[in-house]
């Protein structure tokens, strides 16, 4: 899967909802989540630890509690779905 990312100076958004759901897990504030032709994307507020966290994500060197990653990717998925669909 092609993965992008668009980083402005003030925000860090990602379609990847696994890599999403550990930076929230690590205290990243979400700002929203937004609607791109049919996907979701989480829009974070840019922080330092947003690089060292991806690093470690796509390097595989992350040590996260599985529950509490689990519980945030239902949450977020949840999120998305609302912000692709129109719920009513």
């Given at each position: 899967?092609?993965?992008t990312?668009?980083?402005?100076?003030?925000e860090f958004?990602?379609?990847d909802l696994y890599l999403?759901?550990?930076?929230?897990?690590a205290g990243?504030?979400?700002?929203?989540?937004e609607d791109s032709n049919g996907r979701g994307v989480f829009v974070f507020?840019?922080?330092?630890e947003i690089e060292a966290l991806t690093r470690d994500y796509f390097n595989g060197a992350?040590?996260?509690?599985?529950?509490?990653?689990?519980?945030v990717w239902k949450s977020l998925k949840s999120a998305a779905y609302s912000a692709i669909r129109d719920v009513r």
């Open positions: 899967m092609r993965q990312f668009r980083k402005t100076t003030d958004s990602t379609r999403a759901a550990v930076l929230k897990q990243i504030p979400i700002h929203r989540v507020r840019a922080c330092k992350l040590r996260v509690d599985p529950q509490g990653l689990f519980a």
